[in-house]
């Protein structure tokens, strides 16, 4: 199924390991910080945590009460934040599987959450056009910020120490400085319904539903590349540069992986991986591996 050269650099395209344990779609998978663990989340309204490498599950969470849409873990493995359908935001002690704390201030569904950099502060995106902040350390279950400048629902988010970075199916990236109160709008024109920042910090990624990922430079918001060849037109997929930077990588909804070149922005490989809808890639932070999740009920571990 695999076609083309990497041009002797290694891709992670062989199958690894397959978690199975979900009920139904699994609609994200992320490695921990230091890429040792990773965590899932789907319709099925649990989160589990998994040994990828050994293809071990290690725990479930359960509390949400619908179906659970994205999730990440802090720094040091000991917090997680979760989000989806029933509107709020849930900050989870990871030994205990307690939830210590649920945010609530979402008029609609939560599509995305992302701790900053120091684990204080979760933020969310919602279907109800805003951008919402909390605060992990204060008993407070209100939004220290919320931003609502968007004029349709919010995908996804990315954070840099100082940056709120958002995604819109409005067909904008806004990065909002925070220190400053500063918003920077890119127009894309299409929907947007993932965003990933790009290891060294320089470029934005954007999966857009016309089937097209776009790469735009931070600092002047110029459109560097266009990454096409899969389908993307209803699914939120996330897509994601390689550590490395070297090449980007997405899904599809047939089920394919794409790598493409980051400069030329051509398909360097393309593989079947899934037997339905890819919801989500996750690279490694330092090795040759990667995490796909699936409608089809899987996480699939690749490795060269």
Sequence with gaps: MASGGSGGVELPRKEANVLKGHEGPVLAVRFNGDGNYCLSCGKDRTLRLWNP????????????????????????????????????????????????RKFRGHDSEVNAVKFNAYDSVVVSAGYDQSVRAWDCRSQSTEPIQIIDTFQDSVMSVCLTKTEIIAGSVDGTVRTFDIR???????????????ISLS????????????????????????????????????YKMDCCL???????TGGSEDGTIFFWDLVDASVVSSFKAHRSV?????YHPKECCMLTSSVDGTVRVWKP
Excluded: M
């Design 199 to 234: 290891n060294d910090g320089n470029c934005v990624l954007a999966s857009c539903l016309d089937s097209t990922l776009r790469l735009l430079d931070r600092s002047t918001g110029e459109l560097l590349q266009e990454y096409k060849g899969h389908t993307c037109k209803s």
């Design 278 to 282: 890819v919801t989500s890639v996750n």
């Design 180 to 194: 400053i109160g500063r918003e920077l709008v890119d127009n894309l024109g299409q929907a947007v319904n993932c």
């Design 53 to 100: 490498h050994r293809g071990i599950h290690i725990k479930t969470y359960k509390s949400h009460g619908r179906e659970i849409r994205d999730v990440h873990v802090t720094s040091d493995n000991a917090k997680l934040c979760s989000c989806g359908g029933d509107r709020q935001i849930f900050y989870w002690d990871v030994s205990t599987g307690r939830v210590i």
């Design 242 to 248: 390689t550590n490395t930077d070297a090449h980007v």
